[in-house]
């Protein structure tokens, strides 16, 4: 079964609106969560380190006001879209490392389409 | 900066067909190379991770080499089938607290059947 779930899995919003996707580990804990951004047949950028209990780590070009990241407990980080707009229109995917499993895999969310109208 | 290249960008098979995708990242400072799958519009699926020591890993009808000094790894894949139809990405990452991943530019794979 899924180990990471992500919620929503599409959701479409006004221009000017803001969107939060939500990204759970279940069944154990992940002290760092990664956002990941797919642009149509391209491949997965990483957006930013989600970290539990600090801020989160940026890319170079990602805009933390516009994309605020919040990792409260230690099985849920939020991505929030502020302001959206036609151009973030893509495929969020969240991820999670699980040292405690023995190696270091990444298992990641179902992601989640967005478009903005 | 690490840069990870994926060859072919797209590949059409016939059933039964044996094949190989090949990924190339240009910092040999590796921690671990892992192959995943990706279906249309869904999320990621890990198939293989291979350690930087390693120099394979295999699952089933998948088989993954990597050599770290030249820069480059492999998925072979055995006795092809139209449900191994997807996208495949391979990434490598650094290691250390955060293993961040660097994701390569993907293989699109269809086994006609």
């Known amino acids: 079964g899924a180990v990471v779930s992500q919620h929503p899995s599409w959701v479409i919003c006004k221009s000017g609106t803001s969107v939060k996707i939500e990204c759970r580990s279940l069944?154990?804990?992940?002290?760092?969560m990664f956002w990941y951004r797919q642009f149509p047949k391209q491949s997965l950028m990483l957006m930013a380190t989600?970290?539990?209990?600090?801020?989160?780590?940026?890319e170079q070009g990602v805009e933390k006001d516009k994309f605020l990241i919040n990792h409260a407990s230690l099985t849920l980080s939020t991505l929030t879209v502020t302001s959206a707009h036609p151009e973030d229109s893509s495929f969020y995917i969240c991820?999670?490392?699980?040292?405690?499993?023995?190696?270091?895999?990444?298992?990641f969310g179902q992601g989640t389409r967005l478009t903005v109208v | 900066k690490q840069e990870v290249t994926q060859i072919p960008a797209a590949l059409s098979v016939p059933e039964g067909e044996n094949l190989v995708l090949n990924c190339s990242f240009t910092?040999?400072?590796?921690?671990?190379l892992q192959w995943f799958r990706q279906d249309p519009g869904k999320g990621l699926t890990s198939l293989l991770l291979?350690?930087?020591?390693?120099r394979e890993q295999t699952s089933g009808r998948l088989n993954a080499s990597l050599d770290k000094s030249s820069g480059r790894s492999t998925l072979y894949i055995a006795a092809s089938q139209p449900g191994d139809s997807a996208t495949y990405l391979c990434?490598?990452?650094?290691?250390?607290?955060?293993?961040?991943?660097?994701f390569g530019t993907g293989t699109l794979l269809a086994v006609q059947p």
């Open positions: 991820s999670a490392i699980f040292p405690t499993v023995g190696t270091k895999n990444a298992f």
């Open positions: 069944d154990f804990q992940a002290t760092t």
């Open positions: 989600s970290n539990e209990g600090s801020k989160a780590t940026y």
């Open positions: 910092d040999s400072a590796i921690y671990n």
């Open positions: 291979i350690q930087s020591s390693q």
């Open positions: 990434a490598v990452s650094r290691g250390g607290a955060t293993n961040k991943l660097i």
